[in-house]
């Protein structure tokens, strides 16, 4: 095994010692078992004890095994060797991405994504991190009076969680905990769901004396319900305003999350970000038009985006790739990892952005990149390319 596989298993095998792990993913799958595609692990709970949980994701269905520690260690191992080239291990101290190339593996780390390892229940519904009681989701009706989950919102609530998972970990990783006044924007915040839970979340669990949540939005009839709703649960520090987000005028944000916000918009809102020096920039990005409309297929790819699936998911791929790069040149660390889809666009890319303080060291180096990949594609205008170059 090369070293840095190695490195990956002994990492895997210390964070189950450690009862760290929060998950693993397996992709990228080139093996011999055509109707495989993803491995998912996580720890649970069950009724003979702890156990590791794999759910082998194929093209038409699903199966789950569990396994013990020393068990889940050997699957992972004959996993690696027999065609996955993609590991990524989340524990609560750190991220570990291993990608294994026809030549050699390498292993990068980042900072955790996740700070909590919650043991789930295997067959139970999950311990959510959302207080189910809290007024707004009885107000934007995901919640009965009872403080039961609505069917039709089971989707929305778990969407919502996973917002509230990944928004902590970042959170509580980041320098922002022992600021005075927290100031969060959400751009494009529609019927406010992930603003409430941003400003409830950060209401309870932060240690900031002071609050600022705003959410921006085009159509005004949801700034106003969403202002209803914030007045009658006395959500102080929360507020909405009917503002497109390339006219809000962004100071001093330290998170700025910009969910589903339709084609460029994401692009106004990263930029604003960027602009007013957000230490975390929080983004999933949802329709991909611009890119899609101009790009042109480099030759050696003409045989395979002759298909327009293919075209649509290039786009979207190489729209946020050259996001992220753009970021990168400005100085922020950035991931990009799967969030949940939601009835506005089954895609469902995160983009997440962490500042590091200055522009990057390489940053000639990364606007070479940027521009190559778009000479390849024949890209004439990204959106976030031309506010920062014009700027
Ligand atoms: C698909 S919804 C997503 C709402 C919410 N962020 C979520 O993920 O649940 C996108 C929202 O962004 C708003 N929007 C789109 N472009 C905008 C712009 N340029 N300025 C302000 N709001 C915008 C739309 O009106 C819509 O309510």
């Not at 190695?6 to 397996?26: D, G, Y």
């Not at 107000?139 to 089971?154: F, M, P, Q, V």
């Not at 769901?193 to 609050?211: E, I, K, N, P, V």
């Not at 957000?278 to 395979?304: D, V």
Request: charged residues 25%; positive net charge.
């Amino acid at each position: 095994m090369d070293e840095p596989v190695q490195q990956f298993v002994a990492e895997l095998l210390q964070c189950l010692k450690k009862r760290t792990l929060v998950k693993l993913t397996l992709g990228n799958y080139k093996g011999d078992d055509a109707s495989l595609q993803k491995i998912l692990v996580r720890p649970v709970e069950t009724k003979k004890g702890s156990r590791i949980l794999f759910q082998y994701r194929g093209r038409t269905s699903d199966r789950v095994q569990n396994f013990d520690a020393a068990e889940a260690v050997s699957q992972i191992k004959d996993h690696l060797r027999s065609g996955f080239r993609s590991a990524h291990l989340f524990t609560t101290e750190k991220d570990l991405q291993l990608t294994i190339g026809k030549r050699s593996a390498k292993i990068t780390a980042a900072r955790p994504t996740f700070i909590t390892a919650k043991l789930l229940p295997h067959d139970r519904e999950k311990n959510y991190l959302v207080d189910r009681h809290a007024y707004y989701l009885k107000a934007l009706g995901i919640t009965a009076d009872s403080g039961k989950i609505r069917n039709e919102a089971r989707d929305k609530w778990k969407q919502i969680n996973k917002f509230v998972e990944i928004l902590r970990g970042l959170y509580e990783s980041s320098n922002l905990k022992d600021k005075p006044l927290l100031k969060v924007v959400d751009m494009g915040s529609g019927k406010g769901y992930l603003t409430f839970a941003a400003y409830d979340f950060f209401g309870t669990q932060t240690s900031s004396s002071a609050l600022s949540v705003i959410g921006v939005e085009s159509r005004p009839y949801l700034v106003e319900l969403c202002n209803q709703i914030a007045r009658a649960g006395r959500y102080d520090g929360l507020k909405f305003v009917p503002a497109s987000i390339a006219d809000f005028e962004a100071n001093n944000i330290d998170i700025l999350i910009a969910l589903h916000a339709c084609d460029t918009a994401t692009d106004d809102a990263l930029h604003k970000g960027i602009s007013a020096h957000a230490s975390i920039i929080i983004a999933a990005p949802c329709c991909h038009h611009e890119i899609k409309a101009q790009m042109k297929s480099p030759e050696l790819l003409a045989g395979i985006l002759k298909h327009p699936v293919m075209r649509e998911r290039t786009a979207e791929t190489i729209t946020d790739g050259i996001r992220s790069l753009l970021l990168e040149r400005e100085g922020y660390k950035t991931k990009i990892f799967e969030f949940v889809a939601t009835e506005h666009t089954p895609k469902n890319n995160m983009l997440v952005a962490i500042r590091s303080g200055s522009t990057a060291k390489d940053a000639a180096e990364i606007g070479r990149e940027i521009e190559s990949v778009m000479r390849e594609f024949g890209i004439e205008r990204q959106r976030l390319f031309d506010l920062l170059n014009d700027g």
